[in-house]
């Protein structure tokens, strides 16, 4: 699933933001599919850790950052073309004092069964 994901992010990528993928003790024929991702984007930076969860993978992800901002997308979503762009837009326009954003989600035709 996360090939989808980054497979949509990755062009919308510039020099504003950091992808910190997260591998979340995945089995060894996901691992190898990220790490050769990685290779072909070095954008993406990629870490691992040994135990399953998603505070786990989060909080490794959020000790990688050097932004600002920290956004979490899961593997298993895969945004707009315009995603990153519109999330720059509104941060830009965030009070100091903001501590969040969030977005709408919207279930894709052909994308899973709800």
Same mark, same amino acid.
């Given at each position: ?33 990220? !790490? @050769? #991702?990685?290779?072909?984007?070095? $954008?993406?930076?990629? /870490?691992? *850790?040994?135990?399953? %969860?998603?505070?786990? &993978? ?26 990153? !762009? @519109? #999330?720059?837009?509104?941060?830009? $326009?965030?009070?100091? /004092?903001? *501590?969040?954003?969030? %977005?709408?989600?919207? &279930? ?7």
């Amino acid at each position: 699933m996360f090939r989808s994901c980054l497979g949509t992010l990755i062009p919308q990528i510039d020099c504003q933001a950091e992808v910190i993928l997260v591998d979340s003790a995945s089995d060894p024929k996901n691992k190898a599919q990220m !790490a @050769k #991702l990685a290779v072909l984007y070095p $954008a993406v930076k990629l /870490t691992r *850790v040994d135990q399953p %969860g998603h505070s786990l &993978a989060r909080n490794r992800g959020v000790f990688l950052a050097v932004g600002d901002w920290v956004v979490f997308l899961d593997d298993d979503a895969v945004p707009f073309p315009d995603w990153l !762009a @519109k #999330l720059l837009t509104a941060v830009a $326009a965030a009070s100091p /004092t903001q *501590v969040s954003l969030a %977005g709408d989600i919207s &279930a894709m035709a052909g994308r899973g069964e709800w």
